[in-house]
């Protein structure tokens, strides 16, 4: 994969950076969506495909994007096809942070310091050249006013921003109800971005399957054929090292 283009979680991140306090929309939800946007991206890439409501990996030769080859090789690890619901939900540690920092060595946004509270450091970080998200948000101001089906890729972003809940950061207020709609049914435009979608959308409302009793003991009834099956084990991004000071906060 050429680095030429940007990727999708790279996009939605841009998308959710609010300009005026360098700090990003949704932060919690926005970790779940960055996760989705790896599977997607690595879909497009033509490195896995949707089997049911689980992801398979059918390419497991690297796209050349440390991050998303990082994702890659776990759920090859896996060696079956994963629920995306549990991947999307499995633990997670930097995975924001990480995007941050690549986009500033990029040069697409610069930390700027602080303190919260005057005390605790933190960093902001703001975009050097809107223009960049100014397209990305163009491109979706486009597939929402013109109705005409938008590429895969800017279905996807569509899909993903209405999932994490941007939709009220860039179509605020009122007047932006019908936009935020047309969000939303963009969804449905990209099969890969509506699985994952949806599952970024089960995750938030607790939709993760609970793991499996333990064996009932001997003598003593066992689970009804009704009982949930354990889920898979949860998976992590490896910790990736923040820029500067282990000190400082991020902002959120």
Do not use: F
């Not at 919690?28 to 992801?55: W, Y």
């Not at 096809?81 to 942070?97: S, T």
């Not at 609970?210 to 003593?220: E, H, N, Y």
């Amino acid at each position: 994969m050429g680095r030429s283009r940007r990727t999708l979680p790279e996009e939605l991140l841009l998308l959710a950076l609010d300009p005026t306090t360098g700090t990003t929309a949704q932060p919690q939800s926005l970790d779940l969506g960055l996760a989705g946007a790896q599977l997607v991206e690595l879909a497009l890439a033509g490195r896995i495909a949707p089997d049911g409501d689980r992801i398979a990996v059918v390419a497991p030769r690297p796209t050349g994007d440390p991050t998303l080859d990082c994702a890659l090789e776990l759920l090859r690890r896996r060696g079956a096809p994963v629920r995306a619901v549990n991947w999307i939900g499995g633990p997670r540690l930097g995975l924001r942070q990480t995007y941050l920092s690549h986009l500033e060595r990029c040069g697409m946004v610069h930390a700027v310091e602080g303190q919260m509270c005057g005390v605790l450091p933190t960093t902001r970080y703001q975009a050097t050249d809107t223009a960049i998200s100014r397209e990305i948000k163009t491109r979706l101001d486009s597939a929402i006013r013109t109705g005409v089906p938008p590429d895969p890729r800017t279905a996807a972003l569509a899909a993903l921003a209405h999932a994490v809940g941007l939709g009220k950061h860039l179509y605020p207020g009122n007047e932006g109800r019908s936009s935020r709609s047309r969000l939303r049914d963009l969804i449905r435009h990209d099969p890969m971005g509506g699985l994952v979608a949806h599952a970024v959308m089960d995750v938030q409302n607790g939709a993760v399957a609970q793991p499996r009793r333990a064996p009932a003991p001997a003598g003593r009834q066992a689970a009804g054929p009704g009982a949930r099956p354990a889920p898979e084990p949860a998976r992590g991004v490896p910790a990736q090292p923040r820029h500067g000071s282990m000190a400082r906060a991020v902002a959120h």
